[in-house]
C-alpha cells in the first residue's frame, strides 16, 4: 500500500540533473551562535513523520546470486526507493528481489534477502522527507512534506534546528521498529533543546499517525507535557484501511500503465506494517463482510482462512504480531485531524468466482487510499480519561485526496495559521468542521 502514484513517478525521467547543497552533505549557511537566534520568534519545533512508501531507502548489494543476468548482485549504497530507473518493467523483478522481507514464523521477525543491506538515511533531518528521491529539485514528482517544509522556512523556521524528519522503515510495523521509538524521543528531546525550549509538533501523514500514536502510549504524561505541543494529522490512518486487504489479495500497480499490481504484490504482501494497517478491530465489527466468493464470505472474524486461502498464511502470523501494536488509547495530547473525504475507497472485494479470479473493489467513502471511518476515528478520543482535556480538532476536506492534502493550499494555511500566526481555532472538542458549511466563520483562510 505504498502512498506514491506511478504517474509522479514517470515525471521524473523529465528531471535535470542538479543537486540542492543538502544533498551533498553542504552545512546550513546559517551561522548562528545562539539558540534563540534560529527561533527568534518562539515557533513551536516541527518533526515531520512519513507515512507508508514516506522515506527515502537506500541499499546495499553483496549477494552471490541474481534473478536475471542484468540484475546487479554487488553495489555500494545507492538509492532504492524512489528510484524511478528501478521501477519500470523487467528491472522490477530485481527491485522486489531486493526489497522484499522473508517473515521468520519461529523468531516473528522479518529479513531482508541474503546478501542485501537497506538502511533509512538522514534520521532527523526534513529534506529527506521533503522529497523522496535525492535527485529531485522543482518538480512535483516525487514531492512529499516539500511544500509545508517551503512554506514554514519561509516563515523563519529552520531546516534540521526547527524543521526535522523522522523517516523509518516503512515495510516494517511497530514491532519491528522499536529503536525508532526510542531515536524520535531523543530527536524530540534535542530539538526542544536546540528550539529554545519550545515544545514540539509532530506533523504526520498517513501511516504515521498510528505511529506517532504508539510513540505517545509510550510516553509519560510529565514527559508530553513539557515536550509536546500538539500532533497535526494529515490523512491519518488511524484505524488501518480496507485497502490493506486488497493489496493482500491481487496487489497494487500504483497508479501505472506499465506495471502489474499482480506482479508488485510478491514484494508488497511481505511487509509487516500492511498486516499491521489492515482495518482495525476497534471499529470495524467482527461479522462485517471485507471480501467475497461465489461460496464463501470472509470477515474480520475469519480473515485466518482468507489468508489461508489466498496462499499466504504468513499474512495472518503477521497480523497476530501487530496486533498488540491497535491500541486505541489517546495519545493524551492536542491533535488536530486534516482528512479528505468524498473520494471512492475501497470497502470490500467482491470475487464472481473463487479468489483466483479477478474481484470487483466496491467502494465507499474516503480520501481514495484510507477509509472515511480510519481517517476520523481521533474524534473517539474527545473526552476520555487518557485524553487529559486535550482538545481534538476534526477538520473534513471534501474531494481532497489521501496525497493531494500533503500540497492543498488550505492545509499549509492551516499549518501556518497554528504554528506561526498564533490564531486560535474556536472548534468544541469532537466537532468534524466542515468546509463546506463553516468555511466563511474560520479566519478566512480558504480565500
Not at 549477494?63 to 524511478?84: G, M, R, V
Not at 473493489?361 to 473526552?383: F, H, I, M, P, Q
Not at 474531494?399 to 488550505?410: A, E, F, N, P, T
Amino acid at each position: 500500500m505504498r502512498i506514491v502514484q506511478w504517474t509522479a513517478i514517470l515525471l521524473l525521467f523529465c528531471l535535470c540533473d542538479a543537486r540542492l547543497d543538502f544533498w551533498n552533505g553542504k552545512e546550513s549557511t546559517h551561522n548562528h551562535n545562539k539558540v534563540n537566534d534560529l527561533n527568534p520568534n518562539k515557533f513551536s519545533p516541527v518533526i515531520f513523520i512519513p507515512g507508508d512508501g514516506g522515506s527515502q531507502v537506500e541499499a546495499k548489494l553483496n549477494k552471490t546470486s541474481s534473478l536475471h543476468y542484468y540484475c546487479e548482485k554487488t553495489a555500494d549504497f545507492f538509492n532504492i526507493w524512489l528510484n524511478p530507473k528501478l521501477l519500470v518493467p523487467l528491472v522490477i523483478d530485481c527491485w522486489i528481489d531486493n526489497v522484499k522481507l522473508t517473515y521468520d514464523n519461529k523468531t516473528r521477525t522479518t529479513q531482508n534477502t541474503p546478501g542485501v543491506t537497506i538502511r533509512i538515511p538522514g534520521f532527523g533531518r526534513s529534506e529527506v522527507v521533503e522529497w523522496l528521491d535525492p535527485s529531485i529539485t522543482k518538480s512535483l514528482a516525487g514531492a512529499y512534506f516539500k511544500d509545508i517544509a517551503n512554506a514554514l522556512v519561509a516563515k523563519g523556521y529552520v531546516r534540521n534546528v526547527t524543521l526535522r524528519g523522522a523517516p523509518f522503515d516503512f515495510r516494517k510495523a511497530p514491532n519491528e521498529n522499536q529503536q525508532w521509538f526510542v531515536d524520535l524521543k531523543q530527536l524530540v528531546e534535542d530539538t526542544y533543546t536546540q528550539g529554545g525550549e519550545q515544545r514540539i509538533t509532530l506533523l504526520v501523514h498517513s501511516m504515521g499517525g498510528p505511529m506517532s500514536l504508539v510513540f505517545l502510549q509510550k510516553q509519560t504524561k510529565e514527559w508530553k507535557d513539557k515536550y509536546i505541543a500538539q500532533v497535526i494529522s494529515l490523512a491519518g490512518a488511524w484505524a488501518g484501511s480496507a485497502k490493506a486487504i486488497k493489496v493482500f489479495a491481487i496487489g497494487d500497480d500504483l497508479g501505472s500503465f506499465a506495471l502489474s499490481g499482480s506482479v508488485l504484490r510478491a514484494e508488497q504482501i511481505t511487509s509487516p506494517s500492511l498486516a499491521w494497517l489492515m482495518p482495525s478491530p476497534h471499529f470495524w465489527k467482527s461479522n462485517e463482510v471485507l471480501a467475497t466468493t461465489h461460496t464463501k464470505q470472509y470477515t474480520m472474524s475469519n480473515l485466518n482462512e482468507f489468508f489461508d486461502d489466498i496462499g499466504y498464511p504468513q499474512g495472518w502470523d503477521m497480523r497476530q504480531d501487530t496486533l498488540p501494536f491497535t491500541d486505541f488509547t489517546a495519545p493524551g495530547v492536542e491533535v488536530h485531524c486534516l482528512y479528505g473525504e468524498g473520494m471512492p475507497t475501497v470497502e470490500r472485494l467482491n470475487y464472481k468466482g473463487d479468489l483466483k479470479t479477478t474481484p470487483t473493489l466496491v467502494t465507499g467513502d474516503g480520501d481514495g487510499t484510507v477509509n472515511a471511518r480510519s481517517l476520523k476515528s481521533c474524534e473517539r478520543w474527545s473526552g476520555t480519561k487518557a485524553q487529559r482535556g486535550k482538545t481534538i480538532h476534526s477538520i473534513e476536506l471534501p474531494g481532497v485526496d489521501h496525497m493531494g492534502i500533503l500540497s492543498d493550499k488550505r492545509v499549509v494555511e492551516y499549518v501556518l495559521d497554528l504554528l506561526v500566526r498564533n490564531k486560535t481555532y474556536d472548534i468544541e472538542e469532537n466537532e468534524r468542521y466542515d468546509y463546506r458549511r463553516q468555511h466563511q466563520l474560520h479566519h478566512n483562510w480558504l480565500n
